[in-house]
């Protein structure tokens, strides 16, 4: 059984960055993508990050694209995002997830972690 799970998140005041972490464990094929999703309140869950060691590539959400960064720690099986200048939109639940498909359609992964909170206010 593949589990997924996110730490790092926090409050931060506007400006400010965080890292978060996402660990995977259980036969997890080293060809399977991992991403970055998050859900502000009240709304739809959105694309923030994917990374895909087999085609060499990341993707990132329009609205994140020039202040986050996804990378991948391959001996640890581990996914990180690195967030600059967060701003008060950022505030949402962060999920990771992981699948076969290089993605940026939430329906393309099979397998999701808890979640973390992520507060971006002064």
């Known amino acids: 059984q593949v589990q997924l799970v996110e730490s790092g998140g926090g409050w931060v005041q506007p400006g400010g960055s965080l890292r978060l972490s996402c660990a995977a464990s259980g036969p997890t094929p080293s060809y399977y993508a991992m991403a970055w999703f998050r859900q502000p309140p009240g709304k739809e869950r959105e694309f923030v990050a994917a990374v895909s060691e087999t085609l060499g590539s990341t993707n990132y959400g329009d609205s994140v694209r020039d202040r986050f960064r996804v990378s991948k720690d391959n001996a640890k099986n581990t996914m990180y995002l690195q967030m600059n200048s967060l701003k008060p939109e950022d505030t949402a639940v962060y999920y990771c997830?992981?699948?076969?498909?290089?993605?940026?359609?939430?329906?393309?992964?099979?397998?999701w972690g808890q979640g973390t909170q992520v507060t971006v206010s002064s």
């Open positions: 997830a992981t699948g076969q498909y290089y993605s940026s359609a939430d329906d393309d992964y099979d397998y």
